[in-house]
């Protein structure tokens, strides 16, 4: 079964082989305004998000979150905080049908440019070494920050810009292939196709 995507992408269709990147902060929670989600208690789910997730459950193969999370270093929570939100996360999303096969995080600030912080393919790196069928080529990376679409476009996959997070210019290769409202957009569409 193939799936065609409007928008940008009139000819593009993807099928069961290929793989999910999703950014967690501002695509699945909401985003705390110059802050960080430090405990459960900060976490929200943004609307439609648990839905959308049940409907990529039936089309990708792999469904990965990499997320950026240098409050750690900055020390305003620890790896273990971290680990209790996702597994709480992780929860609510098998609880509503959806999968997540990895969380992969960089628990570093930019100032030394590490490179499992993306847009640098660190993490991605790792879920390849970790899923070796994963084909960069065959990924879709949903984000909603300039790192996150110049991650994606630096492996090569195809990249959906969500939300309104104002100026994209901060990063070389920083340009969307479609951009959407939100998660949930996308899921509503994978979820018209069935």
Known sequence: MHVKIPFSWPNFKFNHEWSLFLDRDGVINERLPDDYVKKWDDFKFLPGV??????FNQYFSRIFIVTNQAGIEKELYTHQDLKQIHEQMMEYI??????????????????????????????????????PEI?????????????????????????????????????????PDCRLDSLKDFGDFVAAME
């Not at 648990?50 to 409907?55: E, G, I, P, Q, S």
């Not at 300039?146 to 990249?159: C, V």
């Open 50 to 55: 648990l839905d959308a997730l049940t409907a």
């Open 94 to 131: 098998q609880y509503h049908g959806g999968r997540i096969d990895e969380i992969y995080y960089c628990p570093y600030k930019g100032d030394l440019d590490p490179l499992c912080r993306k847009p640098n393919p660190g993490m991605a790196l790792e879920a390849k070494k970790d899923f």
């Open 135 to 175: 084909d960069f080529k065959k990924c879709i990376m949903v984000g909603d920050s300039a790192s996150d679409i110049a991650f994606g476009n630096n492996l090569g996959m195809k990249t959906i810009l969500v939300g309104n997070k104002g100026d994209q210019s901060a990063y070389i290769n920083a340009i």
